[in-house]
Nanobody, 116 residues
Framework: QVQLVESGGGLVQAGGSVRLSCAASGTILNNNPVIWHRQAPGKQREAVASVPPSSSRTWYVDAVKGRFTISRDNAKNTAYLQMNSLKPEDTAVYYC?????????WGQGTQVTVSS
């Protein structure tokens, strides 16, 4: 059974940094795409960063380019989202997602709150 477990969220001041982790079990994460999403209160969930399988190519939504970095540690079967220069508008629940065949798997989400 595939499971994704996020961690690392919390309360941070504007301008600060947070690193989110997405630990996978039941699959080899390097073989699958990893997508980080976020959902702010009252807003739709949006993708913010992704990395394809077995690749270092990355994609970022314009709002986070230059501030967020997605990465993988294959030895730990874990993906990360390093978030720097955080802004209050980055406040959201952050989710990681992977896709295996026609199925997608989501983590439970981790709250990031950025205070001004």
């Amino acid at each position: 059974q595939v499971q994704l477990v996020e961690s690392g969220g919390g309360l941070v001041q504007a301008g600060g940094s947070v690193r989110l982790s997405c630990a996978a079990s039941g699959t080899i994460l390097n073989n699958n795409p990893v997508i980080w999403h976020r959902q702010a209160p009252g807003k739709q969930r949006e993708a913010v960063a992704s990395v394809p399988p077995s690749s270092s190519r990355t994609w970022y939504v314009d709002a986070v380019k230059g501030r967020f970095t997605i990465s993988r540690d294959n030895a730990k079967n874990t993906a990360y989202l390093q978030m720097n220069s955080l802004k209050p508008e980055d406040t959201a629940v952050y989710y990681c997602r992977t896709v295996i065949g026609e199925r997608e798997y989501w983590g439970q989400g981790t709250q990031v709150t950025v205070s001004s």
